[in-house]
């Protein structure tokens, strides 16, 4: 935790991505913007090589990191990017489309601090191609869903949810911006909520 302006605490956050990063510059964005006030960015860390999807963050003034994941196990580039979060004194990790499932070394490490979201209301849905599975059950309503990250898949402890409908017509795409929009709101205010609820004296990962 750090000082922030008027003596209250806030969180130093981690945000992890793999792909666009939406999720990401959503949080930021709320962040500056003040709706998580109990909040800061403290890195954004990427395990993809490609560049350009930092370059939002870059722009909001935020510390990037690529740590690639590619070619290595698991264990040992889980390990690199907690001695990275540890290093920077990170209370709360976001997973935001991080598409690697974490092994037990980073969960035992961070437990109860690491969050993700997923396109599905969850337990419906888990895993891979989440709107495409809402589509094959002819579902009429998905949505999102912030969880807790533990060791099974998409499995923790559920935050927050929003659904929305799945109309006849919907294609992967349709039904995946519908999603995002509520991702995009859903995530800054299961986060705050989250650090309203975390003991700020039991820092996890220092
Ligand atoms: C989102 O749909 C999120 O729910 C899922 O992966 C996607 C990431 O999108 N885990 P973005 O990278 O945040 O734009």
Not at 58 to 73: A, F
Not at 147 to 154: G, P, Q, R, S
Not at 182 to 204: F, G, N, S, W
């Amino acid at each position: 935790m750090s000082q922030g302006l008027g003596g209250t605490e806030r969180a130093r956050v981690a945000i992890l991505i793999s792909g666009r990063g939406s999720n990401m510059v959503a949080l930021a964005e709320a962040v500056r913007d003040g709706r998580i006030p109990n909040a800061e960015i403290a890195i954004i860390i990427s395990d993809q090589a490609n560049v350009g999807r930092l370059i939002k963050a870059r722009e909001l003034g935020l510390e990037t990191l690529i740590i690639e994941r590619r070619g290595r196990p698991r264990a040992e580039h889980d390990s690199e990017v907690v001695a990275a979060l540890r290093a920077r004194h990170i209370d709360l990790v976001c997973l935001a489309g991080y598409m690697r499932v974490l092994s037990s070394g980073f969960i035992e490490a961070y437990p109860g601090r690491i969050l993700n979201i997923h396109p599905s209301l969850l337990p419906s849905f888990p895993g891979l191609d989440a709107q495409q599975q809402a589509l094959d059950h002819a579902a009429t309503s998905s949505g999102c869903t912030v969880h807790f990250v533990d060791e099974t898949l998409d499995g923790g402890p559920i935050i927050a949810q929003r659904a929305v409908p799945v109309h006849k017509d919907d294609t992967v795409a349709s039904l995946s911006a519908r999603i995002l929009e509520e991702e995009h709101q859903l995530y800054p205010e299961a986060v705050e909520m989250v650090l309203r609820c975390i003991d700020p004296l039991a820092t996890a990962g220092q």
